[in-house]
């Protein structure tokens, strides 16, 4: 087991300490754990890490890692924003950091000044959105901050045909490839609430992402990824992995990693 997408109270819209979700990952047998607490950002600073408490954020993953030396590997990670217009501001964060993994994500894009959230489900469905969202994870991915993209394929949550997001996401691959980035297959998709665009209806329990037609493309051009639980609570770590990685099984993914020092590893499952 291996969850390299997880949360503690550091980012403020989660719950636990990095102590609690450490212990809860050893119970759930998890090897390879990567702490990723939202990092600093001007769009809703309150919600998120704080720079004052970098220190205490790293050294408290520091420490917990030696007290459970032997039983798991934690890394030191972050979840960081992505926006265009940003990118002095994140390498600034980033120079201050020692971290092991730090992954890219968009969380908000705009259109005629108008922000768009992607957990606005009823919105991120339309493919006028997704061109956007699409040209914004292009500048993430050649902007070379990053080790790997969070959730990059969320907007099937928003009802988005699949087709439509893997034809905006086939060139864009090329651009995974050459910035040596991975892709990361996001277990969230199979719990999180998702918008039936023909229903115009919210509903519960349907798996949406990771694409499946993404990861084939993944296989056939053999492409790094990461999984992720994107947990929030320790209830949450490594939710959905073990169904996550047996799909990866079927399609014939191997090539999955996690990161040291921002350097890749191979991750045999």
Not at 80 to 102: H, K, N, P, T
Request: negative net charge; charged residues 25%.
């Amino acid at each position: 087991m291996i969850d390299l997408h997880t949360h503690t109270a550091y980012s403020k819209h989660g719950t636990g300490t990095i102590r609690e979700i450490v212990e809860a990952a050893i119970n759930k047998g998890i090897k390879i754990l990567a702490i990723t607490d939202h990092s600093p950002f001007p769009i809703e600073p309150s919600n998120r890490l704080e720079e004052r408490e970098f220190n205490d954020y790293f050294q408290d993953i520091e420490q917990t890692c030696r007290d459970y030396a032997g039983q798991l590997k934690v890394l030191k990670g972050m979840e960081v924003d992505f926006l265009s217009g940003y990118e002095e501001y994140i390498q600034s964060v980033l120079s201050r950091v020692d971290a092991d993994y730090i992954v890219g994500a968009i969380h908000y894009i705009f259109i005629d000044g108008e922000r768009i959230n992607v957990w606005d489900i009823e919105k991120i469905g339309n493919p006028d959105v997704a061109q956007v969202y699409i040209k914004e994870l292009r500048n993430l991915v050649r902007s070379g901050l990053f080790d790997a993209v969070a959730h990059p394929d969320i907007l099937l949550r928003g009802g988005l045909d699949e087709r439509i997001l893997y034809e905006l996401f086939l060139p864009l691959l090329i651009d995974f490839s050459e910035a040596g980035l991975c892709y990361e297959l996001n277990g969230s998709g199979f719990t999180k609430t998702s918008y039936d665009r023909t229903k115009r209806m919210i509903q519960q329990g349907v798996r949406t992402f990771p694409s499946k037609m993404v990861m084939r493309e993944l296989k056939r051009q053999e492409l790094p990824f990461v999984v992720g639980s994107d947990s929030h609570s320790a209830q949450f770590v490594g939710k959905n992995i073990e169904g996550l990685l047996e799909e990866c099984r079927q399609e014939g993914l191997t090539n999955l990693v996690y990161f040291e020092k921002r350097k890749p590893q191979k991750y045999l499952f």
